[in-house]
């Protein structure tokens, strides 16, 4: 498991989902050294009928019911990557798809493997995984192990988060299991039907019963 700072990743899906905004993830993949702060999450669980584990452990998901703190890397629509950080206890398949991430250090490398130059650079999550070069060779990859690696970091002064609908998926469409920094410019595009149900993650009670990592709370 990673240090304390990350004990939010060993409760729910929905905490790791809230807790993982503005963390850092610190790439020296293809020998890059790239960071990016992460904006956008969606939580899934074994509970949940939109989510990969929904149907038990397969060889595919194998890494959804392992340790919090791995990586969960799936293909989308046979060419896609796309990238999930494992929540929950262990034997429980739960994670935190990372759904959009502002480029920090780094960006003509981002740029080099995705050739955009405005916020079409990282704001969805096969975008991401292209622009990191994140690809199922890190497929159950523990963050605190070189290259792909998560660090803390906290809100920036002002921030707050918005939970929403997620986006994309016909089951369990309107629970509100999307995490969003609010106002970030590399929050992905959501459609207005999605955007008028946001609500403001509340600074008491948390998420699914769990409680907000002290970081993600609302003033």
């Known amino acids: 498991m990673l240090n304390s700072e990350f004990d939010f990743l060993e409760r729910s899906a929905d905490d790791a989902a809230i807790g993982l905004l503005g963390c850092v993830l610190s ?4 020998g890059d050294r790239v960071s990016v702060r992460i904006v956008e999450t969606e939580a899934y669980d074994q509970d949940d009928p939109a989510s990969h584990a929904f149907h038990g452990i397969s060889n595919r998901n194998r890494a959804l019911f392992g ?3 791995c990586t969960y890397i799936y293909v989308s629509h046979g060419i896609y990557h796309c990238c999930n950080i494992t929540a929950g ?3 429980f398949g739960a994670g935190a798809l990372l759904r959009a991430v502002e480029p920090i250090e780094g960006i003509e490398a981002l740029r080099s493997r995705r050739d955009k130059r405005s916020v079409e650079l990282t704001n969805g999550p096969a975008k991401l995984c292209q622009a990191l070069g994140i690809d199922m060779r890190l497929y159950g990859h523990h963050l605190e192990e070189a290259p792909l690696i998560l660090q803390y970091a906290p809100l920036r002064p002002g921030e707050r988060i918005l939970r929403t609908p997620r986006i994309g998926i016909s089951k369990a469409a309107d ?9 970030n410019l590399y ?3 959501a459609s207005p039907a999605i955007r008028s149900k946001a609500e403001p993650v509340q600074s008491r009670g948390g998420v699914g019963g769990q409680g907000v990592p002290d970081h ?3 003033c």
């Open 27 to 30: 790439s020296g993949l293809h």
């Open 67 to 69: 340790r919090a703190g």
């Open 89 to 91: 206890a262990e034997g």
């Open 175 to 183: 629970r509100l299991r999307r995490f969003v920094i609010e106002g």
């Open 187 to 189: 929050v992905s595009k």
């Open 216 to 218: 993600a709370r609302v």
